[in-house]
């Protein structure tokens, strides 16, 4: 049990593909899972991958929490329901696939906790089928699609290397969160 330091974004073990995870099973796997969840708990995210803690292993956790508030997001309409939002228990996958299902995307404000204080708009696939395994060496094979999907996608993203900025198509929105939340100036009257 211990709170892990989180690798911020430009430090190589964010920068490089992590390795797949020979067993599971085994005790270091399970030892570095409880210290991602204690650390997770701390830092207050939806996710975290091994690299973030500096382990560059194939082992990503996740939660999607109920009524997860969209007002969070600079650019979306407060506290705007997504009919495909709903609650994803905390899930811890080693060595994860996605599969795209359909070309369509969709996007959405993210944060990582290794880009401290920062938001931007990234376009993700709108549904997906992934699969991994769990520390009991059992399977998950699931489809996913609204944030849930975007959850995945951003964490598995951590385990090749690749941070949100790096998907994003266009770094104007892009800024730091109390800057992206201020409203837009008001029209100038005449
Ligand atoms: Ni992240």
Not at 40 to 47: Q, T
Not at 139 to 146: F, K, L, Q, W, Y
Not at 172 to 178: L, R
């Amino acid at each position: 049990m211990a709170i892990l330091k989180i690798a911020r974004m430009g430090h190589p073990v964010l920068r490089r593909p992590a390795e797949a995870v020979a067993d599971p099973t085994a005790p270091q796997v399970r030892r570095l899972v409880e210290d991602m969840l204690d650390t997770l708990a701390d830092a207050g995210g939806l996710g975290l991958a091994a690299p973030q803690v500096h382990v560059a292993s194939r082992v990503v956790i996740f939660h999607v929490p109920e009524g997860r508030a969209r007002a969070e997001s600079p650019g979306t309409a407060a506290g705007e329901p997504d009919p495909e939002d709903g609650a994803v228990p905390l899930t811890v996958l080693v060595n994860p696939v996605i599969e795209p299902l359909g070309e369509d995307r969709n996007l959405a404000f993210e944060g990582c906790l290794s880009i401290p204080g920062m938001t931007g708009a990234v376009p993700r696939f709108s549904r997906i089928r992934y699969t991994g395994v769990t520390l009991e060496g059992e399977t998950v094979d699931r489809t996913a699609s609204g944030f849930h999907a975007r959850v995945v996608q951003h964490e598995c993203d951590h385990l090749d290397g690749i941070l949100y900025p790096q998907r994003m198509d266009d770094l104007s929105t892009f800024g730091f969160v109390e800057e992206m939340r201020r409203p837009p100036p008001a029209a100038e009257a005449d």
